[in-house]
Nanobody, 116 residues
Framework: QVQLVESGGGLVQPGGSLRLSCAGS????????MGWYRQAPGKQRESVAI????????NYADSVKGRFTISRDNAKNMVYLQMNSLKPEDTAVYYC?????????WGQGTQVTISS
């Protein structure tokens, strides 16, 4: 079972940037299509970015398109989310996981807060 550890969150002002990291354990991590999700207070968890197993194909929610970039380094079992031009509505706990069931156990997530 792959274990996931997210990091890189923090408090930034609107318009700022953050780079999130997701470390996955196990030697099968690279075969999975992965995604970044977020959950804002009082809202359901939503997928914001997806990357294919080989990293060649990506997809984004309309709300983050043009501002967020997902990438991965399979040699290091890592998935990244570069977030630019951040907005207050991007405030949430961010998680990574598979896109297709069965999902891995959720990590603890990393808090992103956008506020002036």
């Amino acid at each position: 079972q792959v274990q996931l550890v997210e990091s890189g969150g923090g408090l930034v002002q609107p318009g700022g940037s953050l780079r999130l990291s997701c470390a996955g354990s196990g030697n099968t991590f690279s075969i999975y299509t992965m995604g970044w999700y977020r959950q804002a207070p009082g809202k359901q968890r939503e997928s914001v970015a997806i990357i294919s197993s080989d990293g060649r194909s990506t997809n984004y929610a309309d709300s983050v398109k043009g501002r967020f970039t997902i990438s991965r380094d399979n040699a290091k079992n890592m998935v990244y989310l570069q977030m630019n031009s951040l907005k207050p509505e991007d405030t949430a706990v961010y998680y990574c996981n598979r896109i297709r069931a069965p999902l891995f156990s959720w990590g603890q997530g990393t808090q992103v807060t956008i506020s002036s």
